[in-house]
């Protein structure tokens, strides 16, 4: 079972950030949350993770409310090169070895 | 950032044949890495777990048979799929954990392989 719940799909004009949330009600305290994107036909591709703070790295920035139950992700500026699948995924500590990909958000981004 | 490589990137094949999809971890020594499928509009699946030296766990419903996976180095890992069949045709990736532990663990994907099985 998906632990965590994204919109089907978003869109945002280019050049404006782009704002995707993820409901994650039922995290437990050492599970981290980590954001990848797909790409049509690759593999996919990190792009930040945290456990309760928010972070911030050269792609994007990573909101987790106090109660750690949901979290948005944030693409400052986005570009036409930003369409893609994003997944929002929960996971353990490192004796728990799952990455389970839910439905993800299908982020677009027009002109 | 760690760089995990697949070959071959797209085979087609024959029903019946058997193909070997390969997964490196290029500058990093992996312990575990994961096989995964994902079927057209939908999302990845988690197929099986393997660690260096050690059987493959198969997810629920996947059967070990068909799916050989070898994990016979820190660095390589390797998927059959035995007697291909249309229904396999599908995108396979991997991923791999960087060795070391600690309290994160982070995952590298492959950029996948597309078989079409005819």
């Known amino acids: 079972d998906a632990k965590t719940t994204q919109p089907p799909s978003m869109d945002c004009a280019e050049g404006r950030a782009a704002n995707l949330p993820c409901n994650h009600s039922t995290i437990s305290g050492n599970e981290y949350v980590y954001w990848y994107r797909q790409i049509h036909s690759q593999g996919p591709q990190y792009i930040i993770h945290g456990l309760k703070n928010n972070e911030t790295n050269e792609m994007a920035s990573l909101i987790i409310t106090e109660d750690r139950k949901s979290s948005t992700l944030i693409l400052p500026h986005a570009t036409l090169r930003d369409t893609a699948v994003y997944y929002c995924?929960?996971?353990?500590?490192?004796?728990?070895?799952?990455?389970?990909f839910g439905a993800g958000t299908r982020l677009t981004v027009k002109p | 950032g760690a760089v995990v490589s697949q070959h071959p990137s797209r085979v087609i094949c024959k029903s019946g044949t058997s193909v070997k999809i390969e997964c490196r971890s290029l500058d990093f020594q992996a312990t575990t890495m994961f096989w995964y499928r994902q079927f057209p509009k939908q999302s990845l699946m988690l197929m099986a777990t393997s660690n260096e030296g050690s059987k493959a766990t198969y997810e629920q419903g996947v059967e070990k048979d068909k799916f050989l996976i070898n994990h016979a180095s820190l660095t390589l890992s390797t998927l059959t799929v035995t007697s291909a069949h249309p229904e396999d045709s599908s995108f396979y990736i991997c991923s791999a954990r960087v060795a070391g532990g600690g309290s994160y663990n982070e995952q590298f994907f492959g950029p996948g392989t597309r078989l079409t099985v005819l």
């Open positions: 995924i929960v996971r353990g500590d490192y004796n728990n070895n799952d990455m389970r």
